[in-house]
């Protein structure tokens, strides 16, 4: 559960970290201990309510930079008649470097390992059919070599740890276009970044845990029969994926998503091939973030 603090705790020059409670400095702006930005705990004690955080997590290269950006922006545009109101300007560093590097046909760099390099975004979300319901969602772009790392070697970095310990959702990457062609590579990272999540979150070793996690195959453009099952696609080419989820999970359900709707490729100054993004046409983006909603 995130920690609520009140205005005035804020207020007393020694602001806590919202993702781990750490004290720091008065004119501190990253906390010492996970480098999170300090001021998500100024907006969140304006709000007067605990924050709702879903993490997007996922293995290295998997399109977490380009689906969170393409997700907020499209929730900054009414998408599906949510209201979302970025909380500072900071939050809005993700959408609009993601969007400007596709208008120029290109695709963002990669995210760095180094936590104090991270775009962070705090947005308040309600649906507008019921604004009543409120979300404070706080999502960091996180670098995969870095979630890698922290699966290898638990507590190497502790804002990870700390940010799913409080998270209330998570949606978890998986490339399925590398599954698509028997590739074992996404199965495996898979299933020991659920054997992590399940450790972090555990409730007992026969317990399930009810956090809900929607497990998101992306690049599914390279594989269209992923839109037509989801499910079917996991068991047949994710099946330790699968398994893990079944047994271990109590929410949880798969979606396909996609944001390039047609690739060019040329190379780059040492001669590697690289892809070019030359039309974008997002599918199944806000899908994944609607069913997490509707299970908190």
Not at 76 to 81: G, H, L, P, V
């Amino acid at each position: 559960m995130t920690t609520m603090y009140t205005a005035s705790q804020l207020s007393t020059g020694n602001p806590p970290c919202l993702i781990c409670e750490t004290q720091n400095q008065a004119d501190a702006v990253i906390c010492e201990t996970c480098y999170a930005p300090l001021a998500l705990g100024q907006e969140a004690a304006a709000q007067e309510r605990d924050p709702c955080m879903i993490t997007v997590i996922g293995d290295s290269n998997v399109g977490k930079t380009v689906y969170l950006g393409m997700l907020l922006d499209m929730l900054s545009k009414r998408a599906n008649e949510f209201d979302a109101v970025p909380k500072g300007a900071y939050s809005v560093n993700v959408p609009h470097t993601v969007i400007s590097y596709l208008g120029a046909r290109q695709f963002p760099p990669k995210t760095a390992m180094e936590v104090d390099s991270w775009l962070w975004a705090y947005y308040q979300v309600s649906p507008r059919e019921d604004e009543t319901r409120v979300y404070d969602l706080i999502m960091p772009d996180m670098a995969g070599e870095a979630i890698a790392a922290e699966v290898a070697a638990p507590r190497t970095f502790t804002v990870i740890r700390s940010l799913l310990e409080k998270s209330a959702g998570a949606i978890v990457l998986v490339d399925a276009a590398l599954a698509g062609v028997g590739s074992p590579q996404p199965d495996f990272f898979a299933l020991k970044l659920m054997t992590y999540l399940d450790g972090v979150i555990a409730l007992g070793k026969r317990k399930r845990s009810p956090t809900p996690v929607a497990v998101v195959l992306s690049k599914a453009d390279y594989c269209p029969e992923c839109f037509d099952n989801p499910r079917a696609f996991a068991q047949t080419n994710l099946n330790r994926l699968w398994n893990i989820c079944e047994n271990r999970f109590e929410n949880f359900e798969f979606f396909a998503t996609s944001v390039v709707g047609s690739l060019g490729y040329g190379s780059d100054e040492s001669d590697n091939v690289v892809p070019y993004p030359l039309h974008v046409a997002p599918h199944g983006i806000l899908e994944p973030f609607e069913w997490v909603l509707s299970k908190l």
